[in-house]
């Protein structure tokens, strides 16, 4: 959503998070960018520590409707609970942390800037016009907000389709969605200097960017990656993608996920060969 509406000229990646979200002013996100949160390396401080019953993914669990608030002064829905964040852990642009939440302020952007919620925006812009055999289905907080970080429910085959549309480019039966240049950029605009040595036991010429995992930085492979080990894999070189549907007994598992990927990457191998 996000390349479509930049590239309509609706969303301007280089503006502050604080010309469309004048809120975040009294917050950490001051002074960042669209870009920064697109590519998530602003640099507010988000625990992302799934397992922790106290961090920032427990709060933004506990706002999304997944689990209870076992703590009262806990934010009651996702909105407040950005607005709570107030510490910096480094300056922005300077470093790659996996935040869910910048998908949220990204989400929050891109509905302030349209005058669409997200929902009715990914259902117009997107999932119609790709030809979606099913409907799709957000998870929805307290307050109406339809989550962009979590809780997003379609079938295998229309994941197929969305990595489809990559594969050609960004256009479906000869209408273009999302532009060429959108997808170019993705694949090959990351700085990997900014991505840590913790992301590199996955992707080690990796990169992230546009909120796509970047595989490898000059190949131009590329991944949507979600915990318990949903995937959807593109890579244009090869003509091909992947999709995974999957339910880990962990969250994240760099094992789990090295075998995965050396999975797909041994079928494109067959199917190129």
Not at 116 to 125: D, G, I, K, M, N
Request: net charge negative.
């Amino acid at each position: 959503m996000a390349g479509i509406l930049i590239g309509r000229g609706v969303v301007d990646p280089a503006a502050s998070l604080t010309h469309y979200l004048p809120e975040l002013e009294a917050t950490a996100y001051r002074g960042a960018t669209v870009q920064h949160v697109l590519d998530m390396t602003s640099g507010v401080a988000f625990d992302e520590t799934y397992t922790a019953l106290d961090s920032h993914m427990a709060q933004l669990d506990a706002a999304s409707g997944w689990k209870d608030r076992w703590n009262p002064n806990w934010p009651t829905h996702v909105w407040d609970l950005i607005l709570s964040l107030k510490d910096l852990e480094c300056p922005h642009g300077t470093s790659f942390r996996y935040r869910s939440i910048e998908t949220d302020v990204l989400s929050f952007v891109l509905q302030r800037a349209a005058v669409t919620p997200l929902a009715e925006l990914v259902s117009r812009e997107l999932w119609a016009p790709m030809g979606a055999d099913e409907d799709a289905y957000f998870t929805v907080d307290a307050a109406g907000y339809a989550l962009g970080d979590e809780g997003f429910n379609a079938t295998l085959r229309d994941y197929a389709r969305f990595a489809l549309l990559h594969l050609r480019g960004g256009e479906i039966d000869g209408r273009c969605i999302v532009s060429t240049e959108w997808i170019a950029g993705t694949r090959f605009g990351a700085d990997p200097t900014l991505f840590g040595s913790i992301y590199q036991e996955v992707l080690p010429a990796g990169a992230y960017h546009n909120q796509f995992w970047i595989e490898d930085t000059a190949r131009g492979a590329y991944m949507a990656r979600g915990v318990f080990g949903q995937l959807i894999y593109i890579d244009p070189v090869a003509d091909f993608a992947a999709v995974v549907l999957s339910s880990w007994p962990e969250f994240v598992s760099t094992a789990r996920m090295r075998t995965a990927l050396a999975a797909v990457r041994a079928i494109r191998g067959t199917l190129s060969s």
